[in-house]
C-alpha cells in the first residue's frame, strides 16, 4: 500500500527541485508525493490547516515552507513567527496526535557566529536575529512534540535555478553594474537545493530522526563566493565580462538584521549517514549555473530568469 507524503512549500527553492526529482528516486514507489504552497493552503490558518491534514492523512510531512526574509522579519516580527513558529507547531501537533513524522528544514542563523569552528548539531544556538529566533522557536516546539519521530535539517546559504538566491542576484546585478561590492568578513558555506533534496531523501529512506546539518562543503565569504559565480558565469556565457568585485566589511554594508559572522555547520553527521560522495561547492555552483545558462536561450528569458523573485 502507497503512503502519502506532503510537501510544504511546494513553490519554493526547494520544494520544486524536491519535485524536480522525486520521479528519478525510488521513494516513488512508496509514497504518493501532495505539494501545496500559500496559493492552496494558507498553513497559518490552523482550521483550514487542520482540516486538509485530516482530508489528506500524511504519513510523513516534509516542511520547506518558511518565512525567509531576514530583514523584513526585523519589522515583520508576528509575521515571521506565525510561519516560522507557530505553523510548525501545527504541523507537529497534528503528526503527534496521528503517529506521522516530520522532517523539517532550519538555517545556521540559529547560532550567533562567536565560534571558530564549525557548529555541531549540539552547539549552543543564540540567534541575533527575528528571522534566526523564529526559526529556532519553531525548531524546539517540533522537538518538544515530537522527539522520537522528527528530523531537522540545518543548512545555510541555499540557492538553486528557482526563486531568488544570492547566486541568480549577484548574475543579475554583475552584468548591469561596472563594480560590485560583497560583504567578505562573513563566512559560511552555499549549499544547492540538489544536494540538499538528496539529502531529504536519504533521512526519509534510512529513517534518521534528530538534528542534521548539511551544506556543500567549504569555509567562503559572501565575497569569495561571488568571486566564484563570476567565474562559473563566465565559463556558462550568462556572464560577457568580468567586473571588478571589491571585497566590503560588514560595517560598510549596513542590514536591518544582525548576521552572524562565522556559520560554518559541521556536516560530518551528514556525510556518515549518506549513501553518496557529496560533489565540491564548486562543482554544485557550476551545475546550476549552467542550469540557468540553459533555462536562459533567448535575451528575454535570461532576463526573465535572473530577476526572478519568487521565493
Aim: hydrophobic letters at 40%.
Amino acid at each position: 500500500m502507497t503512503s502519502t507524503l506532503l510537501l510544504t512549500g511546494a513553490k519554493g527553492q526547494l520544494g520544486q527541485t524536491i519535485q524536480k526529482y522525486w520521479s528519478d528516486n525510488e521513494l516513488k514507489q512508496h509514497f504518493e508525493l501532495f505539494g501545496v504552497d500559500i496559493e492552496d493552503l494558507e498553513l497559518t490558518d490552523r482550521v483550514a490547516l487542520q482540516t486538509y491534514l485530516d482530508q489528506l492523512r500524511p504519513d510523513i510531512i516534509v516542511n520547506t515552507a518558511a518565512y525567509t526574509a531576514v530583514d523584513r522579519a526585523e519589522e515583520e516580527k508576528v509575521l515571521a513567527f506565525a510561519v516560522n513558529t507557530e505553523v510548525v507547531e501545527s504541523l507537529a501537533r497534528w503528526c503527534q496526535t496521528n503517529q506521522a513524522i516530520m522532517i523539517h528544514i532550519s538555517t545556521d542563523f540559529v547560532f550567533d557566529g562567536k565560534s571558530s569552528v564549525p557548529y555541531s548539531e549540539e552547539a549552543e544556538t543564540n540567534p541575533l536575529s527575528v528571522y534566526g529566533a523564529s526559526k529556532l522557536t519553531g525548531e524546539n516546539r517540533l522537538q518538544t512534540l515530537l522527539p522520537q519521530s522528527s528530523a531537522i535539517i540545518r543548512t545555510s546559504w541555499l540557492y538553486s535555478e528557482y526563486g531568488s538566491n544570492f547566486v541568480k542576484t549577484m548574475l543579475r546585478l554583475m552584468n548591469r553594474r561596472d563594480s560590485l561590492g560583497v560583504v567578505g568578513d562573513q563566512i559560511g558555506s552555499p549549499t544547492s537545493t540538489y544536494t540538499l533534496t538528496k539529502v531529504v531523501f536519504q533521512v526519509i529512506e534510512c529513517g534518521y530522526m534528530g538534528i542534521l546539518h548539511w551544506h556543500d562543503g567549504g569555509e567562503i565569504s559572501w565575497y569569495e563566493f561571488a568571486m566564484a559565480i563570476q567565474q562559473a558565469g563566465l565559463r556558462s556565457g550568462l556572464l560577457k565580462q568580468s567586473i571588478p568585485l571589491i571585497s566590503l566589511a560588514t560595517a560598510e554594508y549596513p542590514t536591518t538584521a544582525s548576521r552572524p559572522a562565522y556559520s560554518v555547520l559541521d556536516r560530518s553527521k551528514a556525510l556518515a549517514l549518506l549513501d553518496w560522495i557529496p560533489d565540491s561547492w564548486r562543482t554544485e555552483l557550476s551545475r546550476v549555473v549552467l542550469l540557468l545558462a540553459e533555462k536562459a536561450g533567448t535575451e528575454d528569458a535570461k532576463e526573465e530568469w535572473l530577476t526572478a523573485t519568487g521565493m
